[in-house]
């Protein structure tokens, strides 16, 4: 693995950790781009990586998305992230994940002393964090009751991003309803599946696609829509595309297959290259920001977490109304990029950067 700070990722990050635990088998990198805004929040990725650089760039990557993410919906957090490395997968798909390692993983969260707030990501569940929590306070999506917030951050992510779409019809399509709206969503799991159903409640044409083919046909069934193999989800016209999916997609041949008016979704880090926004916006295609439209799963475990702290419930409403916000957010990003004519993902950065004093 290359020295992390000549990574054309590292973006000044106030530290990276490698820690390795051989008892468990644990390999993890924590990265913490920002405090200025407070202790460094983000989820944990657990993921094999064919080379282990892939795994380092990811964590300065995604903590650095973190640290714009979280300012941007204004919460009194910093940006960080955690990435445990997994073994191959074995013929079933699967990983070996034990009680060993989560706890050590813990241990490892413990020893930050409260600089970094993880919780799920990719590869982690509700209950990986419930066992990370027997080690550390320092996390959160843990489970809570019908009236608190808490416990799998995926459907307020959903819920964001679907208020999101419809922004950005309005903005582009011009049309106050997704109703009829053909929309492209890859990726079917706890995220994208949640945007889909919440799209086609509200009247939306839906083609899906997920590298689990059974999963996508099950929701097709489900929503009455169209499936497309995975590598053919990009180039489907629609109104638009929304990759809920890993990221890194938009690159140079993604872009040219789109026939889309506007690209909105989950993904982290969607843009292979700072340059590729600009190529979106060539195109003519609207783009939403990736942390701006995914924060609704941040903003709850954040809340959560606040409120723990304070030995008290998180609201659900409260949560509701700051994922009701991310719309007018995204209008204040388009707006002033059509007045500059500087592509909506700079414009983001531009906004992010200043609020975390960079």
Not at 72 to 77: D, H, N, T, V
Not at 164 to 172: D, E, F, R, S
Not at 245 to 259: K, N, P, S, T, Y
Not at 315 to 333: G, H, S, T
Request: aromatic share 4%; hydrophobic share 45%; glycine share 12%.
């Amino acid at each position: 693995m290359p020295a992390f700070w000549t990574e054309s990722d590292f973006d000044d990050h106030e530290s990276v950790s490698l820690v390795r635990d051989r008892a468990s088998g644990l390999t993890a990198i924590f990265a913490i781009h920002s405090t200025f805004l407070g202790p460094a929040a983000g989820g944990t990725r657990f993921w094999h990586y064919a080379d282990p650089a892939l795994a380092m760039r990811d964590a300065l990557r995604l903590s650095r998305g973190m640290s714009y993410k979280n300012a941007m919906a204004e919460l009194p957090m910093g940006g960080g992230k955690a990435v445990i490395l997994a073994d191959a997968p074995d013929k079933n798909g699967g990983h070996t994940k034990t009680p060993e390692m989560l706890a050590a993983f813990g241990d490892a969260v413990e020893a930050l002393g409260g600089r970094y707030v993880t919780a799920e990501d990719v590869g982690i569940s509700e209950a990986d964090m419930v066992a990370v929590a027997r080690r550390t306070r320092h996390v959160s999506g843990l489970p809570a009751g019908d009236s608190s917030a808490g416990g799998d951050p995926g459907p307020f992510t959903a819920m964001g991003i679907y208020h999101g779409i419809k922004a950005a019809v309005a903005h582009k399509l011009g049309k106050d309803s997704v109703d009829g709206v053909h929309v492209a969503v890859m990726g079917t799991g706890s995220v994208g599946g949640g945007v889909a159903r919440l799209l086609h409640r509200d009247g939306a044409r839906l083609t899906l696609a997920d590298v689990n083919e059974d999963r996508a046909r099950t929701l097709a069934r489900e929503l009455d829509a169209a499936v497309v193999a995975p590598d053919a989800i990009m180039g489907v016209a629609c109104d638009v595309f929304s990759p809920n999916a890993l990221g890194a997609i938009l690159d140079d041949a993604g872009i040219a297959r789109l026939d889309c008016a506007v690209v909105a979704g989950g993904a982290n880090n969607q843009l292979a290259r700072p340059e590729h926004g600009a190529a979106l916006a060539d195109r003519g295609i609207l783009y939403a920001p990736d942390y701006v439209i995914n924060a609704g799963g941040i903003i709850s475990v954040t809340l959560e977490h606040l409120a723990r702290q304070n030995g008290a419930h998180c609201d659900i409403n409260e949560v509701r109304k700051r994922l009701a916000q991310i719309p007018d957010r995204l209008m204040a990003i388009w707006e002033e990029s059509e007045s500059t004519h500087v592509s909506p993902d700079v414009v983001a950065d531009r906004m992010a950067q200043k609020l975390i004093g960079r």
